[in-house]
């Protein structure tokens, strides 16, 4: 059990389009889902936390009108990049909490690489 | 200053040799603690927990000092599948919020 999917995968786009990510729990429900950013030899950064039916919460130099998630349903958070260009090209990573808390296990999506031309 | 600090490598390790490491941390009110894998290019994986008392799971052992603020992980009889990058997480708050280490690597030869 605990399967976080991602889709797309990969995905290459010109500069200026949106790409919209999609995370998923195939088999519990995630009270809370984080989006997280990790480019060449870094450390995964958190992006935001997103709760179901409430806004999310952005860490601090993330613009939330550029980086929009929508958490509709306890099984799905999407993120959306508005505009991407180059310098966002990164490897998108969620993950799911099924608790609340410090003690809720976070089970990671396999990840989406963003390329942008 | 990293919230979470470790030494990035790249140790390299003689098949079935031992080898440790650490990871510090900056936020003395952080409350649990974790040792993810990452392979290149794939999401990070759940290693093991550690806890205050220090834990172990088949060839890995983890330990806690709370009073230094680091981490540690040691793992025994190295095999060649051993080799990945290791991710020092720090759990910072309430709702799971997690801090990543950029990772050490690990490279096990034959």
């Known amino acids: 059990g605990a399967v976080v999917s991602q889709h797309p995968s990969w995905v290459i786009c010109k500069s200026g389009t949106s790409v919209k990510i999609e995370c998923r729990s195939l088999?519990?429900?995630?009270?809370?889902m984080f989006w997280y950013r990790q480019f060449p030899k870094q450390s995964l950064m958190l992006m935001a936390t997103s709760n179901e039916g409430s806004k999310a919460t952005y860490e601090q130099g993330v613009e939330k009108d550029k980086f929009l998630i929508n958490h509709a349903s306890l099984t799905l958070s999407t993120l959306t990049v508005t505009s991407a260009h180059p310098e966002d090209s990164s490897f998108y990573i969620c993950s799911a909490s099924r608790g609340a808390g410090a003690s809720g296990e976070q089970f990671f999506g396999p990840g989406t690489r963003l390329t942008v031309l | 200053r990293k919230e979470v600090e470790q030494d990035p490598g790249p140790f390299n390790v003689p098949e079935g040799a031992t080898v440790a490491f650490n990871c510090t941390y900056s936020?003395?009110?952080?409350?649990?603690f974790f040792w993810y894998r990452q392979d290149c290019r794939k999401e990070p994986k759940l290693l093991m927990s550690v806890y205050s008392s220090g834990n172990e799971d088949g060839r890995f052992t983890a330990q806690l000092n709370r009073a230094s603020q680091y981490i540690s992980l040691l793992i025994r009889d190295s095999k060649l599948s051993d080799s990945a990058t290791y991710l020092c997480?720090?759990?910072?708050?309430?709702?799971?919020?997690?801090?990543f280490g950029a990772g050490t690597q690990v490279v096990v030869t034959p």
């Open positions: 088999d519990f429900q995630a009270t809370t």
């Open positions: 936020n003395s009110a952080s409350q649990s």
């Open positions: 997480v720090v759990n910072i708050g309430s709702w799971g919020k997690l801090q």
